[in-house]
C-alpha cells in the first residue's frame, strides 16, 4: 500500500465520523466551530473573554484539543463553561473521531454553540474536517503579517479570521504588522473571509465578533 | 499495511538520509542546527541578525523550509548569505532528503556552519531527524509561558530555547510571560538545555547566543 492510498483511506475514516458529528449537531440544533491557530495565538483566552461576555446570552461549550495537559480545559471551566478535553498524545491535530466522543460528553441540549479549540498548529488540523459548520484561524499579530502567504491552506478553508492581540500595536511595542497585507492576502485566497481585528485584552473588536457568532445560532433555538 | 507499519518505513528512510547528511557534514567538516518553533516566532528575524552580526567572523549558510513561498529565503539572501529554499508544498515539516539537496546546492566549503529553518511547526518537525547536530526550539514570549508544558517532545530534544521577543516584556506592551516558569518546565524536560532570552529587534542577549553559537565550531575549521 503506498504512502498516498494510506493518507487517503485515514482522510476517508476521518470523514466517516465527520458526517455522524454533522448528523449529531444538525439532530440537536447545534452550531460548531473549529478554531486553528500556531501555538500561541491566544485562542484559550479569547474563548474565555468570549465565554464570560456572552454569559447570560450565548451558552458555549468547548472541546480542547491538546497534545498533553489539561491546562486550556481547566482555564475553560474557571468560567463555568463545560470543556471537554482531548489529549492527543502527540498527534499534530484533533481528528473526527475523538470529537465525535466529546460531543457525547458534552450537555448539547443546554448549549448553544459548540467552539472546538484545535491542537495548536497551523497546518495539519487544516486537512481533517471534524463536522464542523466552519472554521475560524486565529492569527496573533505577533505572529507576523506574512502568514496567509506562507500557510494558505487554512486562510483558503476559513470562514472567520480573528487576528488577535490587537493590543500591541499600540503602547509602544516594537511590532511590525501590516493588518492591510494580512486582509488583502487572506482575501486573495478566501474572497468571502469575514476578519475581525481582536484583543482579548483590552476588548478591542470583541463586539463585532460576538455579533457575527451570535448571528450563527440566532432563530436555530426555537 | 497498519497505519504505524506505515509511519515508521516513513521514519526509517528518513533516518537513511539523516545518516547521509551526517557524514556529508562530517566530511566537510561543518555544523548544522536544525530550528524548530511555531509560525512567527522570529526564526528568520533572528536568523538574519545573526547573521549580519557575525559577518566576517562566521560564514552561515541558510536552508529555508516552508510550505510555499521563498519569502523567508529572500530575507537571508539579503543579508549576502547563501539560502537554499525548500517548498514543502503542505507537508509540515522537514525531511532529510530535502534537506540533503540543499546540502548539495549550498557551498559547504565555503561555510562555517549551516543553520537549518524548519517549517512553522511546534509539533511535527521534531520527529523528523536531519542529520544535524542538534535542534534549536525557539519560542516568542507573546507565544505564552505555557507551551513547553504543552509540546514537551521539541523542548525535551533540543541544545538550546532561544526566547525571541523579549524586547515586548518592556515598554508598555501587555504580555504575561514568566520566563522562570519556562526555564523551570523546559529544564523538567531536558536538564541540559541551554536557555537564551534573546531581542532580534534590540540586540538583547545576542551575544550569548552568538558565544554559544561560534563555540560550536571553534576549532573545527583548521
Known sequence: M???????KILSANEAYAQKNRELLTRHGKRCFNMISS??????TLLVRTISD???AVRIGVIEGD????????????????????NTDGACHLSAVQVHRALEELPLDN???VLIENVGNLVCPS?????EDGKIVVLSVAEGDDKPA???AIFAKSKVLLVSKVDLLSGGALID??????RTDARRLNKSIEIFPVSAKTGEGMTAWYDWLTGQFAGTRF
Open 177 to 182: 504588522f501590516d493588518l492591510e497585507r494580512v
Open 111 to 113: 448549549l448553544d454553540i
Open 127 to 131: 486537512a481533517f474536517e471534524l463536522g
Open 54 to 56: 456572552l454569559a447570560g
Open 2 to 8: 503506498k504512502k498516498v492510498d494510506v493518507a487517503r
Open 150 to 152: 506562507k500557510y494558505p
Open 67 to 86: 497534545i498533553q495537559t489539561d491546562i486550556d480545559a481547566q482555564r475553560i471551566r474557571a468560567t463555568s463553561a463545560p470543556a471537554v478535553q482531548i
Open 39 to 44: 501555538p500561541g495565538s491566544g485562542k484559550t
